[in-house]
């Protein structure tokens, strides 16, 4: 057997021990500089909205500037890919949502990376209740008698979505499952066009983001029905749930998180979350959020894991038996 060279040796054990102590001063210098945060929709979005709130914040805990880089397209999937492929030195990470985290690993071949191996969780962010409406056209006052009105007139009724795949499209279909009724489903391009459907009586009912429908609702332009949360949302604290209605024991709620690439280490993964966390807890940007009916939910990188796996297996079996598989 070929003897160890003890010199050798300690100047491999030293040259370890330096690269230990090397990466160990770059975690607690960590952030040494500017750090990006990717949103995966436009200016003006809830999940830009969201960042840019919570980046004013966790910046001034960092002590480096947070910039928010909006990186729109593929319903998401494009800037999620890139938070999950960008360099692990921590900074970079970014906001997303329910369909790259989620759905899309049902719905898309060749997603580009995997949700659950490629990007770590930090902590969810905010919640918002899907709202389901009517038009006044089917004179349904309220969940129940919509979907009386679906199982007297099976494959009569239509719904608007804002697209093969969205919560807005599978919160639907879910409460068609589970009510046992059929309905068409009629995508659109995004949440106004899906109401000015609602509205002009081309569709019939529509799950659609509060911000879009409250106000119309108000107004008795259209019939507001139910939400679909869990529990009724801080925001909307006079409005049922679905399963309070009596018509369905389901939820679905739209949500977002930050992630960050899976090869950040932990040690500046805490960091980071921490200073999301806490910027998240504060009650002006709660008050902020509630506004624009969202309801804040920061917690530890566990919960929000623990959150998404739930998600999964609820939302799997749906996507599947709708057979939604395409190609990006």
């Known amino acids: 057997m070929k003897k160890c060279n003890p010199l050798k040796a300690l100047l491999l054990s030293l040259s370890l021990l330096g690269s230990i102590a090397s990466a160990q001063t770059a975690v607690d210098k960590w952030p040494e500089h500017e750090l990006t945060l990717l949103v995966p929709f436009g200016p003006g979005s809830n999940p830009d909205i969201v960042s840019r709130l919570v980046a004013e914040h966790a910046s001034k805990t960092l002590g480096k500037t947070i910039v928010v880089e909006n990186k729109p397209g593929a319903g998401g999937n494009i800037a999620t890919a890139a938070i999950a492929k960008a360099k692990p030195d921590g900074y970079t990470f970014g906001l997303s949502i329910n369909g790259p985290l989620v759905y899309n690993q049902f719905i898309v071949d060749n997603l580009g990376y995997d949700p659950e191996k490629d990007l770590a969780p930090l902590t969810l ?12 056209s089917t004179n349904a006052a309220n969940l129940k008698e919509l979907v009386d009105a679906l199982k007297a007139n099976p494959n009569k009724f239509n719904f608007a979505s804002v697209g093969v ?14 009510t046992g009724t059929d309905a068409v489903a009629s995508h659109y391009k995004g949440s106004p066009d899906a109401v000015a459907s609602v509205l002009a009586g081309d569709t019939h009912f529509a799950t659609l983001a509060p911000g879009a429908v409250i106000k119309l609702g108000e107004e008795g332009k259209l019939r507001v029905l139910a939400q679909a949360g869990e529990k009724r949302s801080a925001a909307l604290p006079n409005l049922p749930t679905i399963t309070e209605t009596g018509v369905a024991n389901i939820s679905s709620q739209a949500w977002n998180g930050f992630v960050i690439s899976s090869q950040v280490d932990p040690a500046i993964q805490a960091k980071l979350q921490k200073a999301l966390y806490d910027a998240l807890s504060l009650p002006e940007v709660q008050e902020k959020l509630r506004a624009l009916y969202m309801d ?25 038996s709708l057979n939604l598989k395409q190609a990006q």
Do not use: C
């Open 125 to 136: 962010a905010a919640t918002q209740p899907n709202i389901i409406v009517t038009s006044n």
């Open 165 to 178: 795949g969205s919560g807005s499209h599978l919160t639907s279909e879910l409460l068609l499952k589970a």
């Open 296 to 320: 804040p939910i920061p917690g530890t990188p566990e919960e929000f894991k623990a959150f998404m796996q739930k998600e999964k297996e609820v939302w799997q079996p749906i996507i599947e």
